[in-house]
């Protein structure tokens, strides 16, 4: 169970769509143009009856998305398995979790290549904010990061987004914008909300991964900009046929899922670094 409210992989960001194809075609927005106008220029009633309307432009491209097998399997004793029934579940939920800390490496960072996803990070599409400023002193860089994530929202509403509903950090820079003090001593960041669980900054929420490589960064819309179709939910599966398990009294857990990343709207997204520029 994944609680909508309180995103904690990538994959919570990103609404899932079930799919019953091993490949889905996604339309690919390349280019708004938006050139909605009021009908006509002459005042008065019925002044734009008959007059031509005005055309805008959407140009989309037709992609096709191959969806992608993730899985790891353990072996373990037949004995064990029996003997304390709590590991069967342990083992599962670790499985689990397994599939998870690579679906944040694919959905960012996949290179496309082999069975890899293609990931945000890599989409040359997606807007680049580039890096902080040549000349940013090191004591101001931390508060350089925070206004350089504030510019990715900008470079997102440039282009018609409005709704940052998540950006993503790395585990070290998350906790250089949270420890951040003024000259004075006070933090910037931190207010300490009543309920003590806010991560938030710009009034995002902050995924915290280490799939995100240290010193850089990806906002944006995520609900309007990628899907994620999915094929087969998480699957756990046992079988003692795997190799000469069965003469060992072995078996091996199997964890699973296929699913692809169509990222329909790249300028949705704006990533970024927290690099100083030469």
Request: proline share 5%; with cysteine; aromatic share 6%.
């Amino acid at each position: 169970y994944r609680d909508p409210s309180r995103p904690l992989r990538i994959r919570d960001l990103i609404p899932a769509i079930p799919t019953a194809s091993g490949l889905v075609e996604i339309m690919r927005q390349n280019v708004f143009t938006n050139s909605a106008a009021p009908q006509g220029t002459v005042a008065g009633i019925g002044g734009g009856e008959l007059v031509t309307k005005a055309e805008s432009n959407i140009t989309w491209e037709l992609v096709t998305v191959p969806v992608r097998t993730i899985a790891h399997y353990v072996p373990a004793s037949r004995q064990i398995l029996s003997d304390a029934p709590q590991l069967a579940s342990l083992i599962d939920t670790e499985l689990t979790y397994g599939l998870d800390l690579e679906s944040d490496a694919q959905l960012l960072l996949g290179d496309g290549t082999g069975q890899n996803l293609t990931g945000l990070m890599v989409d040359a599409d997606v807007t680049n904010v580039g890096e902080l400023a040549s000349g940013t002193a090191t004591a101001d860089i931390p508060a350089a990061m925070i206004d350089h994530i504030r510019s990715a929202v900008t470079a997102c509403q440039g282009n018609e987004y409005y709704n940052m509903t998540g950006v993503v950090l790395n585990p070290t820079d998350w906790e250089t914008l949270e420890t951040a003090k003024a000259t004075d001593g006070h933090y910037l960041m931190i207010q300490f909300p009543a309920n003590g669980a806010d991560q938030r900054i710009w009034r995002m929420p902050v995924i915290v991964t280490n799939a995100m490589p240290a010193g850089s960064f990806i906002l944006g819309d995520w609900t309007l900009g990628a899907k994620l179709y999915e094929r087969e939910d998480v699957s756990i599966r046992v079988s003692e046929s795997h190799a000469d398990l069965f003469v060992k009294n072995g078996v091996a857990v199997l964890a699973e899922e296929r699913y692809c990343l169509g990222i329909n709207r790249p300028k949705a997204f704006a990533k970024g670094a927290f690099t100083v520029a030469s």
